[in-house]
């Protein structure tokens, strides 16, 4: 249920749907839904590479490298089931920049598969 999901990738899903219908499914991993904290969520989008620099630009997400990255790109591989994730090796890593400066709040982790167009997302709630 989208009404479940964390407000900013509810707010992110409602501004690219305005753009055209793209297909963007989600799942919570962790935290109840309906209360007030989601702790963790994975995101499936169909994203363009305009679709994926506003989503970038929205979520201030920064490209890594594989060796930044440290596990992180895995997160997201092991956070979604087989039948989500495309098997690509043409993939683009990204943090959100709070992340990596060790902030607390709405946090991002992200792969992009070049080859499919589609962006992976795991939303983490830190405090």
């Given at each position: 249920?989208?009404?479940d999901?964390?407000?900013?990738?509810?707010d992110?899903?409602a501004e690219?749907?305005?753009?055209?219908?793209?297909a963007?499914?989600g799942?919570?991993?962790?935290?109840?839904?309906?209360e007030?904290?989601?702790?963790?969520?994975?995101?499936?989008?169909?994203?363009?590479?305009?679709?994926?620099?506003?989503i970038?630009?929205?979520?201030?997400l920064?490209?890594?490298?594989h060796?930044?990255?440290?596990g992180?790109?895995?997160l997201?591989?092991?956070?979604?089931?087989?039948e989500?994730?495309?098997?690509?090796?043409?993939v683009?890593?990204?943090i959100s920049?709070?992340?990596?400066?060790?902030?607390e709040?709405?946090?991002?982790?992200a792969?992009?598969d070049n080859?499919?167009?589609?962006l992976?997302?795991?939303?983490q709630f830190?405090?």
């Open positions: 249920n989208v009404g999901w964390p407000k900013a990738v509810q992110l899903r690219l749907k305005t753009d055209n219908e793209i963007f499914d799942f919570l991993l962790y935290g109840a839904p309906g007030y904290l989601v702790k963790e969520a994975v995101f499936r989008i169909e994203a363009t590479e305009t679709h994926l620099q506003q970038a630009n929205r979520l201030d920064v490209p890594v490298n060796e930044q990255v440290a992180w790109g895995e997201v591989v092991s956070k979604a089931s087989k989500w994730w495309a098997n690509s090796t043409d683009d890593h990204y920049q709070p992340m990596l400066d060790g902030e709040g709405d946090l991002y982790i792969v992009y080859t499919d167009q589609k992976y997302l795991v939303y830190n405090f």
